[in-house]
């Protein structure tokens, strides 16, 4: 079954530190891709989006992600985190009929 | 970007009663919108898809009976909790897909506890 995996639950950085947020993916054919963000009690917001062309990828609020297709992966990055950068970070892809599936979350903490 | 509302963002209701949940699409129509529960800390779970003028479609496990899903116009659905259970209670987020596009935009979410 196609799906994207987060292989880690959490992620503590310290801030001014770059951060990784992991996301890997089993997606047959060129797969389009999403990351989103969700502060607490809060909906997901849309960061950035892999659909074709360059790999690297530059959203929202400083974050990019590197498409690797040799790897699966869609790894969500920042080269300085924030405090304001802690939240729940959630890797996507369309599964057609407009619905998406969504990985399990990375929880971000970003200490002063 | 798009703006999707939620409304009410937070509700407390009795265990027994109905409670309704709107989701707004203010600049744009959705023809399609979907409505995910989620728990704490974790994923969304997709609970149905709502088409404007149609039946929703749920997925496998959830009783449509018990959350029933109306898509009266191309910028509101509304999703009722019927006979709400203290089980029910969770975060419910609706999103709207906008036109071609596969970017889904989310509302802020609900937060509802049956006591």
């Known amino acids: 079954a196609q799906s994207v995996a987060q292989p880690e639950d959490q992620v503590n950085v310290a801030e001014g530190n770059p951060l990784t947020v992991k996301c890997t993916y089993s997606?047959?054919?060129?797969?389009?891709l999403f990351w989103y963000v969700q502060y607490p009690n809060r909906g997901l917001q849309f960061l950035l989006k892999?659909?074709?062309?360059?790999?690297l990828v530059k959203g929202s609020y400083g974050f990019e992600a590197e498409f690797n297709k040799s790897q699966t992966s869609f790894h969500l990055k920042k080269p300085s985190a924030l405090v304001s950068d802690s939240a729940l970070y959630f890797c996507a892809f369309p599964v057609g009929a407009g619905k998406s599936t969504f990985g399990d979350g990375t929880t971000l903490t970003v200490k002063p | 970007g798009a703006v999707v509302s939620q409304h009410p963002s937070r509700v407390i209701c009795k265990s027994g009663t109905s409670v309704k949940i709107e989701c707004r699409s203010l600049?744009?129509?959705?023809?399609?919108m979907f409505w995910y529960r989620q728990f704490p800390k974790q994923s969304l779970m997709l609970m149905a898809t709502s088409n404007e003028g149609s039946k929703a479609t749920y997925e496998q496990g959830v009783e449509k009976d018990k959350f029933l899903i109306n898509h009266a116009s191309l910028t509101l659905s509304t999703l009722t909790v019927t006979s709400a259970h203290p089980e029910d209670s969770s975060f419910y987020i609706c999103?709207?897909?906008?036109?071609?596009?596969?970017?889904?935009?989310f509302g802020p979410g609900t937060r509802l506890t049956v006591t």
């Open positions: 600049d744009f129509q959705a023809t399609t």
């Open positions: 997606v047959s054919g060129n797969p389009y």
């Open positions: 892999y659909i074709t062309g360059d790999n």
């Open positions: 999103s709207a897909q906008g036109g071609l596009s596969y970017e889904q935009y």
